[in-house]
């Protein structure tokens, strides 16, 4: 691979008929450079050019063969802000790097302490709770993989997951770390106007089978990169010389329960927890998944995070019936990837 090409592009490597293009493939639901062609009337070689960038702007699914490619969102306004407005972005220009204009704020959670500890480190982690000596716990993006939290209406998961959030939002760079967030209660949107975000605050359930989708097509696209630069993981990558890969967590925070608003929804957070993490793409699910035939995905996470249980079904599920035993709304166990498990809280 040629590694002056860069992931990222800038406003100049756009096709001036980008957003005619986009509009016109979501609105047909399919993407071919011959509907390109023969609709904005241009040649073939610059249609398949626009092709590959609304593969790279999360608007078409990569290419299988000589079929039309599969359009994985359904209006321009959920193309990740990133492509659509063009700021907050880090352009790699024959090597020069135009810094992002971040300017991260103190926070007062009770995460304060990460921020301190972690601002201008490589290695990108999450905070996930304190401990009994009032510190707060955290673990590499790399070493969690995947996070579920179990969740109900009593407990302050909600409260733990926009503390790690703004801790993250506000420790790390956007240039190195960038989020999905989707949340059907609302209680995330504070967070939009992040530079870090790739799209506004996903509200509507019917939406997040496009950020999933691209997810996908963005693990798929990564996988390529690897591929191609000899390489076998995220970490291998952006340890040679050359564009960085920013981390990507997806967040999904579900109250309700009601994670099956698509068949396909199951699907994609499967195949992305199997894929994701080699190549730097986070997955975390805050959600009271209480049926049976949830068992597959929440067996899957690597980490789980585990609020107070209310009846065996829900400790066969989760594989440990501990939680009866938590005495407070603020308190959970975490049940690490690797390591013991450990009773943490939220303060």
């Not at 702007?57 to 490619?69: V, Y």
């Not at 009994?132 to 733990?160: M, Q, T």
């Not at 329960?257 to 997955?283: A, K, N, Q």
């Amino acid at each position: 691979m040629n590694r002056s090409v860069r992931y990222v592009m800038d406003n100049q490597d756009f096709d001036e008929l980008f957003e005619e293009a986009a509009r016109l493939v979501i609105s047909e639901g399919v993407g071919s450079a011959s509907l390109i062609q023969r609709r904005l009337e241009v040649g073939y070689a610059r249609a398949a050019r626009m092709l590959d960038q609304l593969e790279q702007a999360g608007i078409l699914a990569p290419s299988e063969g000589n079929r039309p490619r599969e359009v994985i969102i359904s209006s321009f306004e959920e193309i990740p802000s990133d492509y659509r407005e063009r700021k907050h972005v880090k352009y790699f220009v024959m090597g020069r790097e135009e810094k992002l204009d971040w300017s991260p704020k103190k926070i007062s959670s009770p995460f304060a302490d990460f921020q301190k500890e972690f601002r201008n480190k490589k290695d990108e982690r999450i905070p996930v709770g304190i401990n009994g000596k009032e510190k707060v716990v955290s673990f590499s993006l790399v070493d969690v993989g995947h996070i579920y939290v179990f969740s109900s209406p009593l407990c302050k998961a909600n409260d733990l997951l926009k503390n790690s959030i703004e801790a993250m939002l506000n420790t790390y760079s956007p240039d190195v770390l960038k989020m999905i967030l989707a949340d059907e209660i609302g209680s995330l949107t504070s967070f939009n106007g992040y530079p870090h975000l790739l799209t506004d605050v996903i509200v509507e359930n019917r939406k997040i089978q496009n950020a999933l989708s691209w997810t996908i097509a963005e693990s798929q696209k990564r996988l390529k990169i690897f591929q191609e630069s000899g390489v076998e993981n995220f970490e291998e990558y952006n340890e040679t010389d050359g564009v960085k890969l920013p981390t990507v967590v997806c967040v999904i925070n579900d109250p309700s329960g009601g994670l099956v608003w698509d068949d396909s929804t199951p699907e994609y957070i499967e195949r992305l927890i199997s894929l994701g993490h080699l190549v730097g793409i986070h997955l975390i699910v805050c959600s009271p998944l209480k049926d049976k035939k949830y068992s597959r995905i929440v067996t899957s996470f690597p980490t789980k995070i585990i609020f107070k249980t209310f009846s065996t079904t829900e400790a066969e599920l989760l594989g440990t019936d501990d939680a009866f035993e938590l005495q407070s709304p603020n308190d959970f166990l975490l049940v690490p990837a690797y390591g013991k498990v450990e009773k943490l809280s939220v303060k």
